[in-house]
């Protein structure tokens, strides 16, 4: 299986199901994250701050118009953390800023939620956030992304720690 095959079989494994118009996601956007890790994952757990940016689109959904057509995720959290550690964080917070076409950002998601890590039967990390967007575009709803982490070298974790990794994603806003 091709590395960009894999990748979307892990990300559509881990989103929720379409059966039914209700389980259609009001917004569903591809796209590609970066986190950084400080001071970063090593063998021993220790406490971690995570930065998390994204970017996606262009977005489809039930809901979706051209003021929600690309979006800009940033969020951040603390936790106890390691290479082989995989507890969730509950304490992540963030924003998504929406885009027109142009460019032009048309509103905000503000978050609260958390972020976990799994393991994937060939050894790729995939992080999920799950958040209740707190206030401004879609409140009341749930914000869903699911990222594959390609980036980590366990190397680093032996030696100056992991800390940035990056790949595919996606950002969803689920239906209520």
């Known amino acids: 299986m091709s590395v960009p095959a894999l990748v979307f079989a892990l990300l559509a494994g881990v989103s929720q199901p379409a059966h039914a118009q209700d389980g259609v996601p009001v917004a569903a956007c591809p796209g590609y994250v970066e986190q950084t890790i400080s001071p970063g994952l090593s063998v021993l757990p220790q406490t971690e701050t995570v930065s998390v940016n994204g970017q996606f ?3 489809t959904g039930q809901l979706v118009d051209p003021d929600h057509a690309f979006a800009e995720y940033t969020s951040s959290a603390r936790g106890t953390l390691s290479c082989t550690l995989n507890v969730p964080i509950t304490n992540a917070s ?12 048309t509103g905000t998601s503000h978050f609260t939620g958390g972020i976990t890590l799994s393991q994937r039967p060939v050894g790729e990390t995939v992080g999920i956030v799950v958040a209740t967007i707190d206030s401004g575009d879609f409140q009341g709803r749930i914000l869903q992304i699911t990222s594959a982490r390609l ?3 366990p190397v ?4 100056t720690g992991v800390q940035r990794v990056a790949g595919p994603g996606t950002l ?5």
């Open 57 to 59: 689109g262009p977005c």
């Open 94 to 105: 963030g924003t998504v800023r929406w885009q027109d076409d142009a460019g032009h950002t």
């Open 151 to 153: 980036t980590i070298d």
């Open 156 to 159: 680093q974790c032996l030696t």
């Open 172 to 176: 969803e806003i689920l239906p209520l």
